[in-house]
């Protein structure tokens, strides 16, 4: 029973970190219909943005006063240069290619994660090989009658949901929200009904990317290390994610990340030998979505018109 | 058609005449500049060179009707004098078997880069794990000859077909999904294969496997050197000449493909699927065979690879691979299968010659597919428009270059 509640944990934990990627990329496709392939990359930046940063703060001594105002700030501002590194993403590359054939787009995309990933190895130092990540969240935890509860992760759960439900809530509920709301539906007739697109799918990229910065941020942590080609992975499972809630589909997204870090957990757990293949079973799971129920399990079946 | 067509001077009958051998001098001399010679200089001058003669080519206007018109009219002495070319310049390179082995592999990626091509560039599926079905082919051709003792020639054909039976299997289920489906199915595939090649027993895990055997053409070993007037050849250039055969014959077969109905077809499910399938096309039938004939192309590159290096691991086969043939077709121009074989011998022949600068080779592949797609999506050669004429009419169309390219 107890490791149940281990692996019960871990899952959330794994859950937490592909649902905040898997929401950034459905929301991509829902406004622009661009499934973009840097968006695990962008994540890794975070990643690795963070580091020399705290390394910084460490060495002019910051961290042993501050440490509970410093960490939140390196981790705020790591999320702002994301979210502007995706309106930059959405200026120089994605904006000159929305009128070329999808595929170009497609392909850039995944050229651009490409370069992100080898800008990291070349340029960071040493960084071919794995980093230690710095323990950002405070150790310790709860015992529950022999169950330990981390303070870390609880605190990357927490996270989670919190930014889940704040974003759920300027979807909703505000001005912007029902902007890209309307533009996910039909860009054309929202233009006309007087909804700036561009500032609208600009919002959705710096929403993103701000998101898959915290993610690569909280990716670290739970791990404890760092490696420039994690983004590749965390990238394809945020879209596994995606397709199997259904793609476009802010709620379906959190189902399909909740679903696919249980599902890679438990049967790396529970299958013999099967942590080794964690990753297959996820993408088997992916491809069974494909052949059963393509549109997702949120997403509406989907006619394809003339 | 353009206005230039007037600035043609056909009454400068020695210039057309001589334009033809002019050009092909300064091709073979670039190319054979840029693979003999062992210096980072003279690769990049003749680089520099190369690419200011295309911009010119490209920028001087009714240059290019003029060159177009010579290549056309010239065509059979063109492809007999490469061929020609092409079996005699490794000969000059007894000394230097390390390039006669770059060459090698360049073939091998033209082939690769032909079955890329097919999916992605004709049909239109991004297919982004594409070095999975190289793998295939090579695991296959390899676990064959080593296992089973089955000899190269039956092991080369059976890694084409078990490399397109997986692409079949990966085809089936995103028909009826959108392209982005296609290509997360493809990553998934190329990551799982990594994964099952890495801890599967019978593959030797992350060792790979070793000695395989090579080719035997009538019982002699590609491995013993030629020797011609008492100079013994290094053996590469058995394989050279094995690795020629094969990929002149697909680049045959692929250009035949092109030109037939199914390339027509492929076209027709790349600009508008539900358009095609109006038309009574079998968009699903087509596609599946696209992704069949490219993973077919693949498996065989593999094979060849894995006879040639005599020694195949995982990490050839990742995604790293997949994207640099991803370069190789975006770079040398999609759907066209001439641009796309240039674009596979300079991605595959440049960088050996930049060899310090190794560590930024998959960030420079990075770049040149973003800064093409970005600006010169149609790549080094422009997919052409096609010409559906009675020979009467294209005899007639012949005298007036046509725009494109």
Known sequence: MNTFFQLLISALLVSSLYTLVAVGFTMYVGVINLANFSHGDTCVMGTFLLMPLFLFATKMGWMTPLAGLVIPALIILVILVTGLWGAGIYKILVKPLLVAPRLILLLASVAAGQVIREAIRVIYPNGSNPQVFPKLLPSGGIELSGLTLGYDSLTIIFLTIACIISLNFIIQRTKMGLAMRAVSQNSDVSQIMGINIEKTIISVFILGSALAGLAGILNGTYYGIAKFNLGSNLGIKGFSAAVIGGLGDFQGAIIGGVLLGFIEVFASAYIPNGSQYQDVFSFLAVIAFLIFRPSGILGEKIFEKV | ?405
């Open chain 2, 1 to 405: 058609m353009s206005h230039s067509n007037t600035g043609i001077p056909n009454s400068n009958a020695f210039i057309n005449r001589i334009i033809t051998p002019f050009l092909l001098f300064v091709v073979v001399a670039i190319v054979y500049a840029i693979v003999a010679y062992e210096s980072v200089v003279v690769t990049l001058l003749s680089l520099v060179i190369g690419a200011s003669l295309f911009v010119g080519y490209s920028k001087i206007p009714g240059l290019k009707e003029i060159i177009k018109e010579s290549i056309r009219k010239d065509k059979i002495i063109l492809l007999v004098t490469g061929l020609v070319l092409a079996i005699a310049i490794p000969l000059t390179l007894r000394s230097q078997p390390y390039i006669i082995h770059i060459l090698v592999i360049a073939e091998i990626s033209i082939i690769l880069a032909l079955g890329l091509n097919f999916q992605v560039g004709s049909t239109g599926i991004p297919n982004l794990g594409y070095a999975a079905f190289y793998g295939v082919g090579a695991y296959a051709s390899a676990l064959l000859s080593t296992r089973l003792g089955i000899s190269f020639w039956i092991s080369l054909l059976a890694a084409g077909f078990i490399a397109a039976l997986f692409g079949w299997l990966v085809g089936l289920p995103t028909l009826k999904t959108r392209s982005y489906h296609m290509a997360l199915v493809s990553i998934a595939f190329g990551l799982v294969t990594y994964i099952m090649l890495n801890n599967l027993a019978f593959t030797g895990g992350p060792n790979g496997i070793k000695n395989i055997p090579a080719p035997e053409i009538f019982g002699w070993s590609l491995f013993s050197s030629i020797k011609i007037f008492g100079n013994a050849y290094p053996v590469q250039l058995n394989f050279y000449y094995l690795v020629l055969f094969i990929t002149l014959l697909m680049v045959v077969v692929s250009h035949f493909v092109y030109n037939s109905k199914i390339g027509l077809f492929w076209n027709a499910v790349r600009e508008d699927e539900i358009a095609a399938k109006c038309s009574g096309i079998n968009a699903s039938a087509l596609k599946l065979l696209s992704f069949s004939m490219g993973a077919f192309l693949a498996g065989i590159a593999g094979a060849l690879y894995a006879h040639y290096v005599g020694y195949i691991s995982p990490e050839n086969f990742n995604m790293n691979t997949s994207l640099q043939v991803l370069g190789m077709v975006i770079m040398g121009g999609m759907d066209n299968i001439f641009g796309v074989s240039i674009g596979a011998f300079i991605l595959s022949v440049a960088p050996e010659k930049f060899r310090a600068l190794a560590d930024f080779r998959m960030l420079a592949t990075g770049l040149i597919i973003l800064l093409m797609l970005m600006f010169r999506p149609s790549g080094i050669i422009k997919q052409q428009i096609r010409i559906y004429a009675t020979k009467y009419f294209s005899s007639k169309k012949s005298s007036n270059g046509d725009t494109n390219g």
